[in-house]
């Protein structure tokens, strides 16, 4: 693949924020991989640039490991641009309530740390060389959640986040001896399939009194990957409508 067209990785990509950063990086005439747990819907791979779509389970390391593999092998020794690790999962207890320190079993804390910590480790790893040729760019997602005590966010899922904004510094430090930048962006309360009503009564504490979109997030992943942020590395984007200033 030497025709100049750029590539990324995406991962979470079926829905929500990773499918709108997959179609993003698409509508701008990147090359699109992506894995997710569900297949992508089928209109999307009707653009060849939507290039292939690996169903993985990152939250198993054997799983990701393989996707590593195909991806790789699909790219040969062309170069890689961009990584996105979007998968994340907030888990709840048998009892619908958020994984916390006081309930819950530790060994849920460890799932939702295999794939919201783990798993961008092991794939920047993985990828590394093919960023490397590309002189390329990787982009975490965090979250607000990460910063401060959410009403909605589980300790397991908040912590993880945290971690994960301080494994991006690690990962800026290192990497940078690779040509490679590493960012963060944390979303703050975007609008989704998946969130509920509740929300709603967190719009007052918005200075720009609304909800984030998906695409919100995906414009300011898709500008970080872009030669104008060339000497920006180790950084993290609230993309929050203003709600991390309080």
């Not at 998968?87 to 309530?97: F, H, N, Q, V």
């Not at 971690?163 to 990962?171: D, F, K, P, W």
């Not at 940078?176 to 975007?190: D, H, K, S």
């Not at 709603?200 to 998906?214: D, K």
Request: proline residues 4%.
């Amino acid at each position: 693949m030497s025709d100049g067209v750029r590539s990324v990785v995406v991962t979470g990509a079926s829905r929500g924020i990773g499918h709108a950063i997959a179609r993003r990086f698409l509508a701008e005439g990147w090359r699109v991989i992506t894995c997710a747990r569900a297949e992508v819907p089928a209109a999307c791979m009707i653009d060849p640039n939507w290039a292939r779509h690996i169903v993985t389970d990152l939250a198993d390391p054997a799983s990701a490991e393989a996707f590593v593999i195909q991806a790789n092998a699909f790219l040969g020794e062309a170069p890689l641009h961009a990584l996105i690790n979007n998968a994340g999962i907030s888990l709840k207890t048998p009892y619908r309530e958020r994984l916390g320190v006081l309930n819950g079993s530790i060994d849920g804390w460890k799932d939702v740390f295999e794939l919201n910590f783990f798993a961008p480790l092991r794939l920047a790893r993985g990828f590394a060389s093919a960023l490397h040729r590309g002189k390329g760019a990787i982009v975490n997602i965090t979250s607000i959640a990460g910063h401060y005590v959410h009403p909605f966010a589980g300790s397991a899922y908040s912590t993880s986040k945290a971690a994960l904004s301080g494994l991006t510094r690690e990962m800026a430090a290192e990497m940078a001896q690779l040509g490679v930048r590493v960012n963060a962006v944390a979303p703050g309360e975007i609008r989704t399939a998946m969130i509920s009503a509740d929300y709603e009564a967190l719009v007052p504490r918005i200075p720009l009194e609304r909800m984030g979109t998906t695409d919100d997030v995906a414009g300011t992943v898709f500008r970080l990957c872009g030669d104008d942020f060339a000497y920006v590395t180790g950084t993290e984007v609230f993309v929050t409508g203003g709600q991390h200033l309080y």
